[in-house]
């Protein structure tokens, strides 16, 4: 029994009689919990039921309040190594924030493209063969009868061999009970014989099955077996394609690389993990727009206690100035271990030179509104950072050495101008002309001419960008399926170099101009493709557009899209047919 279970037992009611035959009452009543022990005597049994009663309800309630007690201190002790574990959390965060610098010294940057390799085991165990049930035995056959056994001996007596018809008589007798037993033998012979048979033959049709059964477990093991190591075997060959690739010096290589470099760059789970890369492959710079978080999203906690008058945690928080102390430290850190995990990876010798961007979304405490900004820009060599001992640093010092550009309080939030950022000159730009305004219900953006078609296309995409800082550029005419516009979005992360596809089709979009637009996408080192149609899309280009950096937008999305921006039009695309407008490129 459980402590907070235990009760006060209580003993029968007992009866003593005197020597003169007088009678007399007891009950004992015993508490564990709280070790205490009572006989309780009387004449009168009702009396000493009643103080049994009395006695029970006074050791229940003393007990129950000693285990409250107990219960209490437990729960305060308790609480007391929650908030212990609490601040020793708090401050191993601290240390760790402290240590993001240092603590990326000592491992290499480079990628080992061997570990990028699954090389996992295939996780299923082969089939165990089956357990084959035994032969099953055939049961004895009884022993035959015999003729000269004594059960078939004829008694004659003297008037039996006197008398002969007595005598063939008792002879038939017996030899009809021979003839019987016999016959009942053979018929029981052939049955235990015939169902020993049955058994043997369905022992048989077991093991068949049983073999059957295991065959197929195994064909379907070494299927899903095969299929495991094939999938591996395209992951490995997928990685041995990456590393030629990058020690080839393919750009697109060079950015994925270096992905992985600060993918793998490990820092505590308070900091966000979010950046934009941008190679010039002719001037040699590495561009990084990396997202730092604002300094209401580091944890301020130093300690916490347990106050067991209130039965509550409270709290104790770094004063500001030791808050905004840590947020520089911490900005110039990531700045500086951003920079050496870049250089000292480099094994290709792919770029000169890093610039590192770090850009805020926080809220602008004069207007209210959520802004991001850059807040800090710097750019290193490799022999800049050679001549440098980063694991002895003042990282503000350093980042000072260095050149770098940011506000002398970087909890202030202050923008500053990046010293490079993503590019977006392209000579294929051409002016833009509006479009929009000429459109209206009655209008059929099926059958409108394909240029402005493409124009209209960066007209409404460029008001739905300008929301957000962004821009969008439409290029030359060129009627080959590249890039229609170019939009800029400005959001470190989300945003980036957005390429748009306008289709003006009267019939489905098939899969392959999905295709090109991935494979502009990819040319053109964007972060997002966006295919515009006044139709729609086949089964097969969503699926190919599914878990890829594409959005489709059809004939009904763009009628939306262009009534949120003040826009009415409509699309009658049998109208279009009758004009002689098809799928073709030429027809846009």
């Given at each position: 029994m459980r402590?907070?279970?235990l009760t006060?037992e209580?003993?029968?009611?007992?009866v003593?009689?005197s020597v003169?035959?007088?009678?007399?009452y007891?009950?004992e009543v015993l508490h564990q919990?709280?070790?205490?022990h009572r006989?309780i005597?009387g004449?009168?049994s009702?009396?000493i039921?009643?103080?049994v009663?009395?006695q029970?309800?006074e050791w229940?309630?003393?007990?129950?309040?000693?285990?409250?007690?107990?219960?209490?201190?437990?729960?305060a002790?308790?609480?007391?190594e929650?908030?212990?574990?609490?601040?020793?959390?708090a401050?191993?965060?601290?240390?760790?924030?402290g240590?993001?610098l240092?603590?990326?010294l000592?491992d290499?940057?480079?990628?080992?493209?061997?570990k990028l390799k699954?090389r996992?085991p295939?996780?299923k165990?082969?089939?165990a063969?089956p357990?084959r049930?035994?032969?099953?035995?055939q049961?004895?056959i009884?022993?035959?009868?015999?003729?000269t056994?004594?059960r078939?001996w004829?008694?004659?007596?003297l008037?039996?061999k006197?008398?002969?018809s007595r005598?063939l008589?008792k002879?038939n007798?017996?030899?009809?009970?021979?003839?019987?037993?016999m016959k009942l033998?053979?018929?029981?012979r052939?049955?235990i014989l015939?169902?020993?048979?049955?058994k043997?033959?369905?022992h048989?049709?077991?093991?068949?099955d049983?073999?059957?059964a295991?065959?197929?477990a195994v064909?379907?093991?070494?299927a899903?077996r095969s299929?495991?190591?094939a999938?591996?075997a395209?992951q490995h060959?997928a990685?041995d394609a990456?590393?030629?690739?990058y020690?080839?010096k393919?750009p697109a290589?060079?950015?994925?690389?270096c992905?992985?470099v600060?993918a793998?760059s490990e820092y505590?789970?308070?900091?966000?993990?979010?950046?934009e890369?941008?190679?010039n492959?002719e001037t040699g710079?590495?561009?990084v727009?990396?997202?730092?978080p604002?300094p209401?999203?580091?944890?301020?906690?130093?300690?916490?206690?347990?106050?067991?008058?209130?039965?509550?945690?409270?709290?104790?928080?770094?004063s500001e100035?030791s808050i905004a102390k840590m947020?520089d430290d911490?900005?110039?850190?990531?700045?500086l271990?951003?920079?050496?995990?870049?250089?000292e990876?480099?094994q290709?010798?792919?770029?000169a030179?890093?610039?590192?961007n770090?850009?805020v979304t926080?809220v602008?405490k004069g207007?209210?509104?959520?802004?991001?900004?850059?807040?800090?820009?710097i750019q290193?060599t490799?022999e800049a950072?050679?001549?440098?001992?980063?694991?002895?640093v003042?990282?503000?010092?350093?980042?000072?050495?260095?050149?770098?550009?940011g506000s002398?309080?970087?909890?202030?939030?202050t923008p500053?101008?990046?010293i490079?950022n993503l590019?977006?000159?392209d000579?294929?730009?051409i002016p833009s002309?509006?479009v929009?305004?000429?459109?209206?219900?009655?209008?059929n953006?099926a059958?409108?001419?394909?240029?402005?078609?493409e124009?209209?296309i960066?007209e409404i995409?460029?008001?739905?960008?300008?929301s957000s800082?962004?821009?969008?550029?439409?290029?030359q005419a060129?009627?080959?399926?590249?890039v229609d516009?170019?939009a800029?979005?400005p959001d470190?992360?989300?945003g980036g170099?957005?390429?748009i596809?306008?289709?003006?089709?009267?019939?489905?979009?098939?899969?392959?101009?999905v295709r090109d637009?991935y494979g502009?996408?990819?040319?053109?080192?964007a972060?997002?493709?966006?295919?515009?149609?006044?139709?729609?899309?086949?089964p097969?280009?969503y699926e190919f557009?599914?878990?890829?950096p594409?959005?489709l937008l059809n004939?009904a999305?763009l009628?939306h899209?262009l009534e949120?921006?003040g826009?009415?039009a409509h699309?009658?695309?049998?109208e279009?047919r009758?004009?002689?407008?098809g799928?073709?490129t030429?027809t846009n």
């Open positions: 402590k907070n279970e006060t209580v003993s029968h009611l007992r003593h009689y003169r035959g007088v009678a007399s007891s009950i919990g709280l070790h205490k006989l005597r004449p009168d009702d009396v039921e009643a103080k009663r009395l029970v309800a229940d309630a003393a007990w129950a309040k000693k285990v409250a007690a107990d219960e209490q201190v437990t729960m002790y308790r609480a007391k929650t908030a212990a574990e609490k601040t020793a959390e401050q191993a965060t601290m240390h760790a924030l240590e993001v240092v603590s990326s000592a290499s940057k480079v990628v080992d493209f061997e699954d996992a295939f996780p165990a082969k089939p063969a357990k049930p035994a032969v099953p035995e049961p004895p009884p022993e035959a009868p015999f003729r056994a004594a078939y004829v008694e004659l007596r008037i039996d006197l008398i002969k005598r008589e002879q007798v017996k030899a009809a009970l021979f003839e019987a037993d033998w053979e018929a029981n052939e049955h015939s169902e020993h048979a049955a043997l033959e369905q048989r049709q077991q093991l068949a049983l073999e059957a295991y065959g197929q064909k379907d093991w070494e899903e299929a495991f190591l999938k591996q395209q060959g990685i990456f590393r030629t690739r020690e080839a393919d290589a060079i950015t994925e690389y992905d992985v600060l793998n505590p789970d308070c900091l966000p993990k979010e950046f890369l941008d190679l492959v710079v590495l561009v727009n990396y997202k730092l604002a209401a999203d580091l944890p301020t906690v130093s300690e916490v206690k347990y106050v067991q008058a209130s039965d509550r945690f409270t709290e104790k928080h770094l100035a947020y911490l900005i110039y850190q990531i700045a271990r951003t920079l050496n995990e870049l250089l990876a480099d290709a010798l792919a770029f030179s890093v610039v590192f770090g850009f926080a602008d207007t209210g509104n959520e802004t991001t900004g850059c807040i800090i820009s290193a490799k950072l050679r001549t440098i001992n980063l694991s002895k003042d990282p503000k010092a350093c980042f000072r050495q260095l050149k770098g550009v002398s309080k970087l909890h202030s939030i500053v101008a990046p490079v590019r977006r000159d000579e294929r730009f002309y509006g929009a305004d000429r459109l209206n219900e009655g209008f953006l059958a409108m001419d394909w240029e402005d078609f124009h209209l960066r995409f460029e008001k739905e960008f300008t800082g962004g821009e969008v550029r439409v290029t060129s009627r080959d399926g590249g516009a170019v800029f979005d470190p992360i989300r170099k957005i390429v596809q306008a289709k003006r089709y009267a019939h489905t979009v098939g899969v392959s101009a637009l502009t996408l990819m040319n053109e080192g972060t997002k493709g966006i295919l515009v149609t006044t139709s729609d899309y086949g097969d280009a557009a599914n878990g890829k594409i959005t004939g999305n009628l899209l949120k921006h826009t009415k699309i009658n695309l049998v279009a009758q004009l002689g407008i799928r073709s030429a």
